[in-house]
């Protein structure tokens, strides 16, 4: 079974601009959730989708936002870049939405925002 | 509020040497715990999770941890370290009633040959 994939790897913008990230999960799990990593604030969690909806969000700004779609893939958008954004943004799937759901992680998309 | 702790940023160890990386919790309530590794340029990989079955915990690549309620904790051990083990460690613990993750600051783990 493919892990979880996503897209682009690697990523340079300018500040002002926006990005798009992309995810696709292990088949035939619901659940999508989003971590942002940096050497500073270590993970943080973004926000979680299940079944085309949002369930939770971390305590980032609205520029921070998120889709799922009906096949479970899911993308997240970053508006008017700040030098602060760059960072790993890690999407993880799993099966379900229980609290001990194993979550699968991605690679992760390495954003740098010059 | 659920919350981890992780003692010590870095661990250096030797060849074939106990690992014991450190994690406290948090929480009002029970927890799901859990254990991640990360090598350099990868995405997060589960060692092992604690859903209140059994206290000590068996994971993959000859990882433990022990859930001890009265300490708080949720060490993570292997008896004796590869040069593969190398990689930085996060414990993590899920919000109630959800299952995204609040992690630890991390461990950076150096095995020395």
């Known amino acids: 079974k493919a892990g979880v994939t996503q897209t682009p790897r690697y990523l340079i913008k300018t500040r002002g601009q926006q990005v798009t990230l992309s995810c696709s999960p292990i088949?035939?799990?619901?659940?999508v959730s989003w971590y942002q990593q940096t050497p500073g604030q270590g993970l943080q969690f973004l926000f979680e989708?299940?079944?085309?909806?949002?369930?939770n969000k971390g305590n980032f700004p609205g520029r921070f936002s998120g889709r799922q779609f009906s096949n479970s893939r899911s993308e997240m958008n970053v508006s008017t870049l700040e030098l602060g954004d760059s960072a790993l943004y890690l999407c993880?799937?799993?099966?379900?939405?229980?609290?001990?759901?194993?979550?699968?992680f991605g690679p992760g998309t390495r954003l740098t925002v010059l | 509020a659920q919350s981890v702790t992780q003692l010590g940023s870095h661990v250096s160890v030797s060849e074939g040497a106990l690992v014991l990386l450190r994690c406290n919790y948090s929480?009002?309530?029970?927890?799901?715990l859990f254990w991640y590794v990360q090598y350099p340029n990868q995405g997060l990989q589960l060692l092992l999770k604690?859903?209140?079955?059994?206290?000590l915990v068996k994971g993959i690549n000859g990882f433990e941890a022990e859930f001890k309620k009265s300490e708080t904790s949720f060490h993570l051990t292997k008896p004796s370290a590869h040069m593969s083990d190398a990689a930085e460690y996060f414990c993590?613990?899920?919000?109630?009633?959800?299952?995204?993750?609040?992690f630890g600051t991390g461990t950076r783990l150096t095995v020395i040959p």
């Open positions: 604690y859903t209140s079955a059994a206290t």
């Open positions: 929480s009002s309530v029970p927890p799901y």
């Open positions: 088949s035939g799990h619901r659940s």
């Open positions: 993880a799937s799993s099966l379900d939405q229980r609290q001990f759901d194993e979550q699968f």
């Open positions: 993590a613990v899920s919000r109630t009633g959800a299952n995204n993750l609040f």
């Open positions: 989708y299940f079944s085309e909806t949002q369930r």
